[in-house]
C-alpha cells in the first residue's frame, strides 16, 4: 500500500509541475500562499531591496562566477536543493535550464535590452514573479491556463525559429508582456520594447552580513544570530 501511494504521490508531483493537472491557482503559481514576506523582509534583508533569501553557495555553471547582482540569487534561494544553497522548493538545476548570468549572442536570440539585467540574461528576463501576474507559471506572456502555448512566449526573443501564423502571433513587436514594476502605471501587459523588467534604483538596503542559510517564511518571526544588539537597553528604567 505504501509503494501505491508513494508512486500516486510522484505521478501527481509530474502532472503538477507538467501543468497536466489542474490546480486551484496552476495559472499563476504558488507566490500567493508565499506572499510579500516569502521573498522580503522589511527588517531581516539578507540582500539590497529587502529581500528576505538569497543563495550565496551555487555557482553559475555557465562561466563559473557567482549570481551576485542577480536577480537569479534570491530566486534560487529557494529554487535550488539545500546542498546548493536553497532551500529545496522545486529546484532549478542551473546546468539543466535556460543559460543566465550571461550577454545573450544576438545572432541565437533577439532579446530587448529592458528585459536583460545590466546587459545580461536573469530569471526575470522570462518570469515576472510577483503574484499580480496571472500568467501560467509567473512567465510574462500568456501561454494559456497549462502552458500549451508556450512557443508564443519562446518567440519573444527566438522569433526567426518559429513559424509566427502557426502559433497565432502577428508580429514580435505585437507582442505584450507582463509587468508589475511600475507602480504608476500599475500591473499589466506593455509592449515588447516598452515592458520594465526591473527598476534601477539606489542599492539603500545594506544587510549586516551574510547568514548561514536561508531564512524562510515565517522569517520575520525569528532573529538571524549574527543581529549585533546592545547588551545594555538604553531605554531601560
Known amino acids: 500500500m505504501n509503494k501505491i501511494k508513494s508512486l500516486f504521490t510522484a505521478l501527481t508531483s509530474v502532472l503538477l509541475m507538467s ?36 543563495n550565496t553557495t551555487m555557482i553559475n555553471p555557465i562561466n563559473g562566477e557567482s549570481l551576485d547582482g542577480l536577480v537569479a540569487a534570491k530566486c534560487l534561494g529557494c529554487h535550488e536543493t539545500q546542498e546548493l544553497g536553497g532551500a529545496g522548493i522545486r529546484p532549478i538545476h542551473l546546468h539543466t535550464t535556460h543559460p543566465i548570468g550571461i550577454i545573450p549572442n544576438p545572432r541565437v536570440a533577439d532579446v530587448p535590452d529592458n528585459l536583460l539585467k545590466e546587459g545580461k540574461l536573469d530569471c526575470i528576463s522570462c518570469h515576472e514573479p510577483h503574484p499580480s501576474n496571472p500568467n501560467f507559471m509567473y512567465l510574462r506572456v500568456d501561454t494559456g491556463s497549462y502552458g500549451e502555448n508556450l512557443q508564443k512566449f519562446c518567440v519573444t526573443c527566438h522569433s526567426a525559429k518559429a513559424d509566427m501564423k502557426l502559433i497565432g502571433v502577428e508580429s514580435v513587436e505585437a507582442l505584450e508582456l507582463f509587468s508589475a514594476m511600475d507602480q504608476q502605471a500599475g500591473a499589466k ?10 527598476n534601477e534604483s539606489i542599492q539603500y538596503i ?6 548561514p542559510a536561508n531564512d524562510i517564511l515565517p522569517n520575520y518571526l525569528k532573529k538571524p544570530a549574527w543581529i549585533n544588539e546592545p547588551e545594555i537597553n538604553p531605554l531601560a528604567q
Open 206 to 211: 545594506k544587510p549586516l552580513g551574510a547568514i
Open 189 to 198: 501587459n506593455f509592449k515588447r520594447s516598452e515592458v520594465p523588467a526591473h
Open 19 to 54: 501543468g497536466l493537472l489542474a490546480t486551484t491557482a496552476s495559472a499563476q503559481g504558488p507566490h500567493e500562499g508565499v506572499a510579500c514576506l516569502g521573498c522580503h523582509s522589511v527588517h531581516f534583508a539578507v540582500d539590497d531591496k529587502a529581500f528576505a533569501v538569497k
